[in-house]
């Protein structure tokens, strides 16, 4: 299993960015896909995940601003950031787990431990 990230920089508070993760080595659409974060100091934290039939769910963080999307044809994963703020720095992760995703409640996991693949990750840097 192979990902790798691409499309983060540095923008300014108000600015857009649409990170990619291509994949290969497996079967992407059976596969549980997410997004996380790890700024500065802090603990690496879900931002978005999507399961193979189109469920995702968001840090409350990043809702209404980021939006994490797939095309199974090009094995790739998005996540459109919107609206960055400078709290939204950090490293970001592509992330993936055989099969469906972990279910919490209902709700598919944001947990890190849920996932078994990592990118390497790509630097979003945003000013104020």
């Known amino acids: 299993v192979q990902l790798v990230e691409s499309g983060g920089g540095s923008v300014q508070a108000g600015g857009s960015l649409t990170l990619s993760c291509s994949t290969s080595g497996f079967t992407y659409s059976s596969y549980c896909m997410g997004w996380f974060r790890q700024g500065p100091g802090k603990e690496r934290e879900g931002v978005a995940t999507?399961?193979?039939?189109?469920?995702?769910a968001y840090a409350e963080s990043v809702k209404g601003r980021f939006t994490i999307f797939q095309d199974d044809a090009k094995n790739t994963l998005y996540l459109q950031l919107n609206s960055l703020k400078p709290e939204d720095t950090a490293m970001y992760y592509c992330a993936a787990d055989s099969g469906r995703c972990t279910r919490y409640g209902g709700r598919i996991s944001r947990n890190r431990a849920d996932f078994a693949y990592w990118g390497q990750g790509t630097q979003v840097t945003v000013s104020s």
């Open positions: 999507i399961d193979s039939d189109g469920t995702t």
